[in-house]
């Protein structure tokens, strides 16, 4: 999806009208997409958690590839939130890693958004500033079928 000019580092409400429509139209979209978890990080203080020192109320970044071989450069980053978090015990970093470890193949259902405060990470530790954020459902493939985390 094609990143509009002007926006990264600034804060919404000083981006031009035609580029936030444009921008809420695709956050209006839900997603789901299968790949691969590369890495999960517990997130630092960021303006969705106000720029709070509580690790409770911190977001997950998770890596989404296309293959588990592919680099951090190639993934999606896609989001935890600690609300939703919080309705699912089993999403925890434990096993999150244990999915990355093992290679199993994931789906995730969410909602897309534009995160504009990480342009310089763009073909460094991400593709694309376009997330999935927040994930609303974790899927594993086993046993030939999906099943929830």
């Known amino acids: ?5 002007g926006v990264s580092k600034k804060r919404r409400d000083h ?9 809420e139209a695709q956050e209006r979209r839900a ?6 978890f590369l890495k ?14 509580n690790q409770g109320d911190r977001d997950f ?3 989404l590839a296309n293959s588990a071989d592919d680099e ?3 993934a999606v980053v896609v989001e935890l ?5 919080a309705l699912h015990p089993s999403w925890s970093r434990t096993n999150l890693n244990r999915l990355i470890a093992n290679k199993t193949r994931v ?18 530790t991400r593709a694309t500033v376009w997330e999935i954020h927040p994930i609303m459902m974790i899927e594993v493939f086993s046993g030939g079928q999906w099943r929830g985390l």
């Not at 960021?46 to 720029?51: A, I, K, L, Q, T």
């Not at 939130?81 to 978090?85: D, K």
């Open 15 to 23: 981006w031009p009208s035609e580029t936030l429509q444009a921008v």
């Open 61 to 63: 970044h998770i890596w």
């Open 107 to 124: 789906r995730v259902s969410g909602w897309v958004l534009l995160d504009p405060e990480h342009p310089d990470q763009v073909g460094k």
């Open 81 to 85: 939130t600690p609300r939703i978090r």
């Open 31 to 36: 997603v789901r997409v299968t790949g691969f």
């Open 1 to 5: 999806m094609e990143v509009p000019d």
């Open 40 to 53: 999960v990080k517990l997130e630092g203080p960021e303006s969705p958690n106000c720029h709070g020192d």
């Open 72 to 74: 951090r450069s190639d």
